[in-house]
């Protein structure tokens, strides 16, 4: 796997699914206006301190970032913020429904 072309094409999949341009994601990283343009382009890759930056940007995790099995991360990362937060009972009762849906795959 070339984990360079990997990155540049997971982060410009990431931030089109977001709906932000280059130059507001580099904005809002505290970045110049090409830094996300030189990520995308293979120029450079992101030291690993903004690679976490990045993850927290997009709402998802380092695993996350590199599970492209996975088409919306960011959905799967607030659901699980999401059932941290219920009691046990309610999270059997979620997972019992993912499990009755996924029964009719």
């Known amino acids: 796997m070339d984990y360079e072309e990997f990155v540049k094409d997971r982060i410009t999949q990431l931030r089109l699914r977001k709906g932000v341009s280059e130059y507001q994601m580099s904005y809002d990283l505290g970045h110049s ?25 997009f709402d998802i995790t380092p695993q996350q970032f590199f599970d492209d099995s996975s088409p919306n991360p960011e959905l799967i990362q607030k659901a699980v913020n999401g059932m941290k937060q219920m009691s046990e009972s309610d999270q059997l009762m979620i997972l019992g429904i993912i499990n009755r849906f996924r029964q009719g795959e």
């Open 33 to 57: 206006r090409g830094y996300v343009y030189n990520i995308s382009s293979g120029k450079a890759l992101p030291p690993l301190k903004e690679f976490f930056a990045i993850c927290d940007y």
